[in-house]
């Protein structure tokens, strides 16, 4: 148990699939990772396999950070077990996309719950311990549309753009007991959701981006494990843009 205590771990939110996914394999390079999912248990079981497969440990927890009382009992279960986290990456999101002026009241809250409430609750649930420990981050996962807007997606630009407003003013909370908060706002990224766009219309998609090509989950994953370590530990109350030029 001591031991459990000792080793740092990291909480990554909605780990199952795409970029969690790849911030799970990547970050149990050199952390212990907890990892949540909603719903599908098989996903996660995969991705604790591909991890132990590594040589690494993850953990998954079926966990809806939506409810403020799941979030608690998750802070509960691993504090616990493994004592404070040296990070929580708050990945977790949903699209419900539709014109705002047809958009249902349940699909702009189902948005907002999942994409913006969560991250309170989850973080939330964390920070004491974390300023016990005095070290620490928190990312926060931004988007491309927050900056650019996307047709169709008002409810997720919306949360996207909190991510920047939340970074900045969570890091001057959190700056005196050593806590660096951040966010990133990823581009096209090549996930699993990507598989299912026609070729022609990936390529309309590509010449889009200047560097003419979509982003990869590893990419993502390696700018955050960059700014959970000490090189980066000036950085603090940013997002990180990283589109290959599309915002720009």
Same mark, same amino acid.
Request: aromatic share 6%; hydrophobic share 45%.
């Given at each position: ?10 909480? *990554? ?76 990456? /708050? /990945? ?22 999942? /994409? ?28 491309? +549309? ?12 919306? +949360? ?13 909370? +959190? ?40 982003? +990869? *989950? ?31």
């Amino acid at each position: 148990m001591q031991d459990e205590i000792m080793q740092p771990w990291v909480l *990554v939110t909605g780990g199952s699939r795409g970029i969690g996914r790849g911030l799970v394999l990547e970050l149990a390079k050199d952390y212990r990772v907890v990892f949540t999912y909603k719903n599908n248990a098989e996903q996660a079981r995969a991705v604790e396999e591909s991890v132990l497969r590594m040589g690494g440990e993850a953990y998954a927890v079926q966990c809806d950070g939506s409810d403020p009382e799941a979030a608690k009992r998750l802070a509960t279960q691993c504090l616990e077990r493994f004592g404070a986290p040296y990070a929580v990456i /708050n /990945n977790a999101g949903v699209t419900r996309d539709g014109l705002m002026m047809s958009m249902s009241l349940e699909s702009w809250r189902d948005v907002i719950s999942t /994409n913006l409430d969560a991250v309170f609750h989850v973080t939330q649930a964390f920070l004491p311990a974390m300023c016990g420990e005095k070290r620490g981050a928190v990312l926060l996962m931004s988007s491309v +549309t927050a900056i650019k807007g996307n047709m169709g997606q008002a409810n997720y630009a919306a +949360t996207k753009a909190a991510m920047a407003g939340l970074a900045r003013t969570l890091a001057l909370e +959190t700056a005196r007991f050593k806590i660096r908060v951040n966010a990133i706002a990823p581009g096209l990224i090549d996930t699993d959701m990507a598989d299912d766009i026609p070729e022609k219309a990936r390529q309309q998609l590509e010449k889009s981006i200047p560097l003419r090509r979509l982003g +990869t *989950v590893g990419e993502v994953a390696g700018l955050a494990k960059y700014l959970l370590s000490d090189a980066a530990a000036y950085i603090t109350g940013q997002t990180i843009v990283i589109d290959g030029g599309l915002s720009s």
